[in-house]
């Protein structure tokens, strides 16, 4: 079965340092979305792109959280400077939307922890 | 806007029992999609089903049973004969058409616990 891959699986790294957070989508799918668990907030939208092109990135702290796509079977999300209230599982999703409205496929998440 | 509730924080059953997950939305879209998703305690997010807005028919795929109504603006969601590999949260989700919002906005998860 077609997988989205996330990479790292876990990182932990001290307050102030850069975090990038990879994503390979399913081969096909036109659009790729990051979320964000939290306890406290649960799970929420970060951005999301379709077709390489960013379409919403309301949810994302501009000043430190950056999210691209360089290429179709690449998307990434970076955090510079991290501060301790970033740690949480981050999700990457991707699916094929059109009308359909087809089922987004999640990766496995980054488990991230701000020391 | 849009908006998911799911009333039920943490729900604790004994295996064999039958247990249904409440989810109300709020949205002003005529078209839109509603998801459920698994996560169990590893913590990925798995698929469960997918309902469009026009699709009021409820649909039953082995010991799950999902029941949508527009009138109440409900999309339940029933595990029969519930097994401790059902022990999960069970996220509901909305997934906007007409404003193209196709990102999901997610319920606060349900957690079900079913004990042997």
């Known amino acids: 079965d077609a997988r989205v891959t996330q990479t790292p699986r876990h990182k932990v790294t001290e307050m102030g340092q850069e975090v990038t957070m990879r994503c390979q989508p399913i081969?096909?799918?036109?659009?790729v979305f990051w979320y964000r668990q939290t306890m406290m907030q649960g799970l929420e939208l970060l951005a999301y792109?379709?077709?390489?092109?960013?379409?919403?990135d309301s949810g994302m702290p501009k000043d430190r959280f950056s999210a691209e796509m360089p290429d179709a079977t690449l998307a990434t999300l970076k955090i510079q400077p991290s501060e301790p209230r970033d740690s949480a599982v981050y999700f990457c999703?991707?699916?094929?939307?059109?009308?359909?409205?087809?089922?987004?496929?999640f990766g496995d998440g980054t488990r991230l922890s701000i020391l | 806007a849009q908006k998911v509730t799911q009333a039920q924080t943490e729900i604790s059953v004994v295996e064999k029992e039958d247990v249904t997950l409440d989810c109300v939305y709020e949205?002003?879209?005529?078209?839109?999609?509603l998801f459920w998703y698994k996560q169990p305690p590893s913590g990925e997010l798995v698929f469960l089903i997918r309902r469009n807005s026009f699709d009021e028919q409820n649909e039953i795929s082995g010991r799950y049973s999902w029941n949508f109504q527009k009138s109440t603006s409900s999309f339940n969601f029933t595990i029969t004969a519930s097994q401790v590999v059902d022990s999960a949260v069970y996220f509901c989700?909305?997934?906007?058409?007409?404003?193209?919002?196709?990102?999901?906005?997610f319920g606060s998860g349900t957690r079900l616990q079913v004990q042997p």
């Open positions: 989700a909305l997934s906007e058409v007409d404003t193209g919002r196709r990102a999901l906005t």
């Open positions: 949205t002003r879209d005529t078209t839109y999609y």
């Open positions: 792109f379709r077709n390489r092109a960013p379409l919403d």
């Open positions: 999703a991707s699916g094929l939307v059109g009308d359909g409205g087809q089922p987004q496929h």
């Open positions: 081969l096909g799918h036109n659009t």
